[in-house]
């Protein structure tokens, strides 16, 4: 059974650096092909990519915000961390990770979601 | 960055019936295509991926279908527990964009 839950906080200033870790189990990032992405999602509005990291380390950052984005994991502990900086009130938003389907190809849509954290930017 | 595009905003639907949903991309994506169905309060949950293909565990009674930029997710007959946003999601180039939703709720 996979399971993912993030964990962070729930209150962050403007300018700060945000870090928030998935922590999972039901699988190991280290089997070949498989991957856990960061997701999130304003209140009200729709779905925005933000990284994901594969079992060999490979990854990849929505363009738009690569600049501010720092994805690792750390296979012994089942974790996957995700850092933002320069964090802005628009940046306020419920916080996904997501296990990638683990199938063959470049299919990189997610099946199992956690519950989401709400992150609020605010002085 | 391509674009997606979902109408109609808000579709309303009668229990049994049938929903149409499309999902269009600013350019082709091939059949790199997801649907996804969100309540609230809830995750989003994985229905379709490939245009076509269910994923695991998910009725019959969703469909999906297209290819390039036209995509529909078709549900046959709608169930009480399916009144949600339903959000499409292109993954064809690396940055992976979503639709703005389309809410299904009840007529």
């Known amino acids: 059974q996979i399971t993912l839950k993030e964990s962070g906080p729930t209150l962050v200033k403007p300018t700060q650096t945000l870090t928030l870790t998935c922590t999972f189990s039901?699988?190991?990032?280290?089997?070949?092909?498989?991957?856990v992405g960061w997701i999130r999602q304003p209140p009200g509005k729709a779905l925005e990519w933000l990284a994901l990291?594969?079992?060999?380390?490979?990854?990849r950052y929505n363009p738009s915000l690569k600049s501010r984005l720092t994805i690792t994991k750390d296979t012994s502990e089942n974790q996957v961390v995700l850092t933002m900086t320069n964090m802005d009130p628009v940046d306020t938003a419920t916080y996904y990770c997501?296990?990638?389907?683990?199938?063959?190809?470049?299919?990189?849509?997610?099946?199992?979601w956690g519950q989401g954290t709400l992150v609020t930017v605010s002085s | 960055e391509i674009v997606m595009t979902q109408s109609p905003a808000t579709l309303s639907v009668s229990p049994g019936e049938r929903a149409t949903l499309s999902c269009r991309a600013s350019?082709?994506?091939?059949?790199?295509l997801a649907w996804y169905q969100q309540k609230p309060g809830q995750a989003p949950r994985l229905l379709i991926y490939?245009?076509?293909t269910r994923a695991t565990g998910i009725p019959a009674r969703f469909s999906g279908s297209g290819s390039g930029t036209e995509f529909t997710l078709t549900i046959s007959s709608l169930q009480s527990e399916d009144f949600a946003v339903y959000y499409c999601q292109q993954y064809n180039d690396w940055a992976f964009t979503f639709g703005p939703g389309t809410k299904v709720d009840i007529k």
């Open positions: 997501a296990h990638r389907l683990a199938v063959v190809g470049p299919i990189r849509v997610f099946d199992y």
């Open positions: 490939g245009a076509s």
């Open positions: 350019l082709s994506v091939s059949s790199n």
């Open positions: 990291i594969y079992w060999d380390d490979d990854k």
């Open positions: 039901g699988f190991s990032l280290s089997t070949s092909g498989l991957g």
